[in-house]
């Protein structure tokens, strides 16, 4: 097994740190935030940052035990590039046809009206 050099792990730790961190900031996020489409996009940044600083931690940490580029761990991370942007505006439709279904007051009118039989 290959030797680590210091200022890798250091890395690698300040990577995972940064990581809790901004996990850290997305749960409270998620808290604090009082309706459902506050909470959609901010504290997903900061989950996304958290997954990016994971990822690169991994590559880095990997890369030097095995003495070539791994890029395994950003398969994570380009499964997360193409699935949220999908994902994001299913749950905001979803819960806006929910809100108008139950008759809330406080949200914005179709684009189109609807059509009658």
Known sequence: MNQVPLWVEAA???????????????????LRLPDFFLRMHPPAVAYTFGSWCVALAGVLYFSMIESRAVLHPWLIIIMLSVTVPMTTPLLARVALFRRRAA???????????????
């Open 12 to 30: 690698v730790a300040a990577l995972l740190v940064s990581s809790g961190v901004f996990v850290l900031v997305s749960a409270v996020g998620f």
């Open 103 to 117: 008759g809330a007051v406080d949200i914005p009118p179709p684009l189109t009206p609807p059509r009658g039989p």
